[in-house]
């Protein structure tokens, strides 16, 4: 069974700070990996992809994947409080996605 | 551009009746979308990928004569919820992958909140 796993938080940083969110995947043939950001009642919003190992900066936010160690993660620098949401890790084999249970991200000010 | 479009965003209902939901690519044209279910402070599960002139292919557990899925043209794909009971009120939403992002990345539409009572 393929499994993504993050921790649920919740991760709770001040403004300015960096919030640093992990996932692992289990499905080695995993070709594609992404994060969402979804605020409460709202769809997923996709903010990152990532397809090859090392780091992908957009922005404020930096991707940074590991397929030996079968490991995803999310840098979010200068943290605002409109940041605070839950953040999907998903992991695409042949086309289709798989979710992480998510992690709640609060930023206080 | 990657825009996806739902109606209705809301939907309440009666238990036995059955409820369409449509799913619309407005700038990009689909060959496959996918249906997914999100229950609260639950991640999202895929029930079914759609694909455009063929049957969808649904995800072990989900019922097909339950779930009807027709995706009948390039960008638009409907879920119909036959004799809809409590336990089927949920969010549902549905996604599409541009031809331009390779068919890797999904953009999800904004998701329709039904209620069964």
Redesign the interface.
């Known amino acids: 069974q393929k499994e993504v796993e993050q921790n649920s938080g919740p991760l709770s940083v001040p403004e300015g700070a960096i919030a640093s969110l992990n996932c692992t995947y289990s499905d080695r043939v995993s070709q594609s990996f992404f994060w969402y950001r979804q605020y409460s009642g709202k769809s997923p919003e996709l903010i990152m992809s990532i397809y090859s190992n090392g780091d992908k900066e957009d922005g404020r936010f930096t991707a940074q994947l590991n397929k030996a160690s079968q490991y995803v993660s999310l840098l979010i620098r200068d943290s605002q409080p409109s940041d605070s949401a839950t953040y999907l890790c998903a992991v695409s084999s042949y086309g289709k996605l798989t979710f992480g249970q998510g992690t709640i991200l609060t930023v206080h000010p | 551009g990657a825009v996806v479009s739902q109606h209705p965003s809301r939907v309440i209902c009666k238990s036995g009746t059955s409820v369409k939901i449509e799913c619309r690519s407005l700038d990009f044209q689909a060959t496959?979308m996918?249906w997914y279910r999100q229950f609260p402070k639950?991640?999202?599960?895929?029930m079914a990928?759609s694909n455009e002139g063929s049957k969808a292919t649904y995800e072990q557990g989900v019922e097909k004569d339950k779930f009807l899925i027709n995706h009948a043209s390039l960008t638009l794909s409907t879920l119909t919820v036959t004799s809809a009971h409590p336990e089927d009120s949920s969010?549902y939403?549905c996604?599409a992958?541009p031809p331009t992002s390779g068919?890797?990345?999904?953009?999800?539409?904004?998701?329709t909140r039904l209620t069964v009572t």
Do not use: D
Request: aromatic residues 24%; proline residues 5%; glycine residues 10%.
């Open positions: 496959t996918f639950q991640s999202l599960m895929l990928t969010f939403i996604s992958s068919n890797y990345e999904q953009y999800f539409g904004p998701g």
